[in-house]
């Protein structure tokens, strides 16, 4: 069940063994519907949401680029992000962007470049279209 916490509705789901988070936006009254449906969709289906996530990051051009959020002109080259099958090390899911509803990102890390970077895999609609950096 979620609770609010400064300024968001937090809870922890299982999966594989961990407690993954999930974050969703709303008033101190209650969570937003739309985002809330929205993790929910996610979570409920995390096993399959987590291979989407784990092939489309595998299948990115070696040389291409994964942009950095807040530094549009920034990114990392996708060889050095660590992007290999098993390596992948989920946080949870955030649905915060009211503005965008269908809108939900999947936190993970994979330990590279430096070991300090997070990445966030943007869903729109249930499907990814994105890996960002986050740093």
Do not use: K
Not at 10 to 32: C, H, I, K, M, N
Not at 62 to 91: K, Q, S, T
Not at 93 to 116: C, I
């Amino acid at each position: 069940m979620l609770a609010y916490r400064h300024g968001t509705w937090d809870d922890r789901f299982p999966w594989g063994g961990r407690q993954l988070y999930v974050t969703v936006a709303g008033s101190e009254a209650a969570p937003d519907r739309a985002l809330e449906a929205t993790a929910q969709a996610l979570v409920s289906r995390f096993d399959e949401v987590a291979r989407e996530v784990e092939a489309f990051a595998v299948a990115l051009v070696p040389e291409g680029r994964v942009r950095m959020d807040r530094r549009e002109n920034e990114g990392f080259r996708a060889r050095i992000c660590g992007f290999a099958p098993g390596e992948f090390w989920f946080d949870g899911v955030r649905a915060l962007d009211v503005e965008h509803p269908a809108r939900a990102l999947v936190s993970f890390v994979t330990g590279y470049p430096d070991g300090h970077v997070s990445y966030v895999a943007v869903f729109e609609e249930g499907r990814i279209v994105e890996i960002v950096a986050e740093v």
